[in-house]
C-alpha cells in the first residue's frame, strides 16, 4: 500500500546560514508502507548484481592447447586408457563445469525503483541538508574549501556523506575524490545502495527538482 508523505526542508547558504525564514519548502513522495523492505532488498540485489563484471572464464577441453596426440596405445600397456593429455582428469587439462562469461540481470518494475527510492529518502529525511547553489560554491578545487562548507553546515566528514547534484562541476568533483567517507553523484543516476550506505544526505534546490522530474510521479 502506498501512501503520500512530505519532507519539509530549509535551505542553507555556505555559511550554514537559513535562506528563507518565512516558509519551509516541501518535498512530496510515494512510499510504501509495508512492503517496503522487501523492494529495497530487491533494488539492492539488482544493482549489485549488474555491478558484477562476470568475466571468470574456464577453459574446456576442447580449448586447451596440445591434446591432439594419443598419449599411448589403447591396449597392451596395462595403463588406463586416454585418448589425450588434456583431459579433465590430467593435470593441465581442461576444467569441469568452470565459470564462463555471463550476464545475470534481476528485472525490477520502474515503479517498484521509484518507491524504493522514494521510500529511502523518506526514511533519511532527518539526515538530508539542502544547501543553494552548492555546484558552483566549490570554485577551486581545493579539499580543505569544501571541509570548511560541510563544518559550517553541520555535516560531519566522520560519517558517510552523500552529495547529490544536478550537475558535477569538475572543481567539486577534485574537491571531495580524495575524502574516504563522501560520495558524489547525479540526481540521474540515483540509486539505493547509495542511499542506504549514506547517513547523511547533501542535496541542492537544483538536484531535488531533478529527482522530482525523474523518480517522483
Known amino acids: 500500500m502506498t501512501v503520500q508523505k512530505f519532507i519539509n526542508y530549509k535551505i542553507l547558504n555556505k555559511d550554514g546560514i537559513i535562506l528563507n525564514n518565512e516558509s519551509e519548502n516541501t518535498f512530496k513522495l510515494k512510499i510504501v508502507e509495508n512492503s517496503s523492505n522487501y523492494l529495497i532488498y530487491k533494488d539492492i540485489l539488482r544493482h549489485q548484481i549488474h555491478n558484477k563484471q562476470g568475466t571468470a572464464s574456464t577453459k574446456v577441453k576442447s580449448e586447451v592447447r596440445g591434446g591432439g596426440r594419443k598419449p599411448w596405445r589403447q591396449k597392451g600397456t596395462g595403463r588406463a586408457r586416454a585418448g589425450s593429455n588434456r583431459s579433465p582428469l ?3 587439462g581442461g576444467v569441469i563445469f568452470g565459470p564462463k562469461p555471463k550476464i545475470t540481470k534481476i528485472k525490477l518494475n520502474q515503479k517498484e525503483r521509484k518507491l524504493s527510492l522514494q521510500t529511502l529518502l523518506y526514511n533519511k529525511r532527518n539526515n538530508i541538508s539542502v544547501i543553494e547553489n552548492f555546484e558552483t560554491i566549490v570554485e577551486i578545487p581545493k579539499t580543505r574549501l569544501f571541509c570548511n562548507i560541510c563544518q559550517n553546515c553541520g555535516l560531519s566528514l566522520n560519517k558517510n556523506l552523500l552529495i547529490i547534484v544536478s550537475e558535477k562541476s569538475k572543481p567539486l568533483k577534485l574537491a571531495t575524490q580524495n575524502i574516504k567517507n563522501v560520495e558524489l553523484i547525479l540526481a540521474s543516476n540515483l540509486n539505493t545502495f547509495s542511499l542506504l550506505k549514506a547517513e547523511q544526505i547533501l542535496l541542492t534546490p537544483e538536484a531535488i527538482n531533478t529527482i522530482k522530474e525523474i523518480y517522483c510521479d
Open 90 to 92: 590430467w593435470k593441465g
